[in-house]
C-alpha cells in the first residue's frame, strides 16, 4: 500500500480505530471542580433540580474526572465493564450533585479509563478528597469578587503539591464556573497539557453565595 492511500484510509478511520477514544489509553486526568451555586443560578434552578434548593449549602462540587491525551481527550468508549446500578450513582451524590451526573460522567468519560464503574467512581472521590477549598471560597455566606489570578494563588497557597500550570480557572458571564486540577494517572498533581491551561481571562469574577 502507498504511503498516500495508507494516509488517506487512517484519515477516514474513526477516532477509536486510531487509538483517540480506546478504554485505558490516555495520559493523565482533570478533575473538574464545579462552582455549584453559579451551575444553579445559570442553569440548574431553572431546571428545579434538587441539588439548587435552598439551605443545601454546596460549594464545590465534582463535576467530572476526565481521563485526556496529551493533546485532546477521549470520551464515550466502548469498554467490557458493567455500567454503575442505581445504588452506585447514588452514592455519587454527595459529592457530584446527583445521581443523574454520576451516570453521564461514567458514560462518556469513565468508560474512557479501562476502570470498573467502582473503581473510576472510588478514584473520583480519592482525587476530589485529596484537594483542600481554600477558606476564602469554603463557605461564603455573601457574593465575593476575586480576580482569576487571586483564586489560582488560594488553591496553590493551600495545596503545596499544585502548580500554577496545574490548575485552571473558568468562568462564564464574569461569573466562577469550575477549577480544574491536572493529574496523574496515580492521582498525583502534575502540570496540565498546553491545550488544557486555558484560563479565564475576565477581570474580578463574582462568586455566588452557596444557597
Avoid at 42 to 59: F, H, I, K, N, V
Wanted: charge should be neutral; charged fraction near 25%.
Amino acid at each position: 500500500m502507498s504511503l498516500l492511500r495508507a494516509l488517506i484510509l487512517a484519515a477516514a478511520l474513526p477516532a477509536a480505530a486510531l487509538g483517540q477514544d480506546i478504554a485505558g489509553r490516555f495520559d493523565y486526568y482533570i478533575l473538574a471542580l464545579s462552582w455549584q451555586p453559579e451551575w444553579c443560578r445559570q442553569t440548574g434552578a431553572a431546571r428545579s433540580a434538587p441539588e439548587c434548593a435552598a439551605g443545601t449549602g454546596r460549594g464545590f462540587t465534582v463535576h467530572g474526572l476526565w481521563p485526556q491525551h496529551e493533546k485532546g481527550w477521549p470520551e464515550f468508549c466502548e469498554t467490557a465493564e458493567r455500567d454503575p446500578s442505581r445504588r452506585q450513582n447514588a452514592a455519587m451524590g454527595d459529592i457530584m450533585g446527583s445521581a443523574g451526573l454520576a451516570a453521564h460522567q461514567w458514560r462518556k468519560h469513565g468508560r474512557c479509563t479501562g476502570l470498573s464503574a467502582e473503581s473510576y467512581f472510588a478514584a473520583t472521590r480519592a482525587a476530589a478528597d485529596a484537594v483542600v477549598i481554600p477558606p476564602v471560597l469554603a463557605a461564603p455566606g455573601a457574593p465575593l469578587r476575586l480576580p482569576p489570578q487571586e483564586i489560582e494563588a488560594a488553591f496553590l497557597a493551600a495545596n503545596s503539591a499544585l502548580s500554577a500550570d496545574g490548575v485552571s480557572i473558568r468562568c462564564r458571564d464574569k461569573a466562577l464556573t469550575e477549577v480544574r486540577i491536572c493529574l496523574t494517572r496515580d492521582l498525583e498533581p502534575r502540570d496540565c497539557a498546553p491545550d488544557a491551561r486555558r484560563d479565564c481571562r475576565d477581570g474580578a469574577l463574582e462568586i455566588a453565595p452557596l444557597r
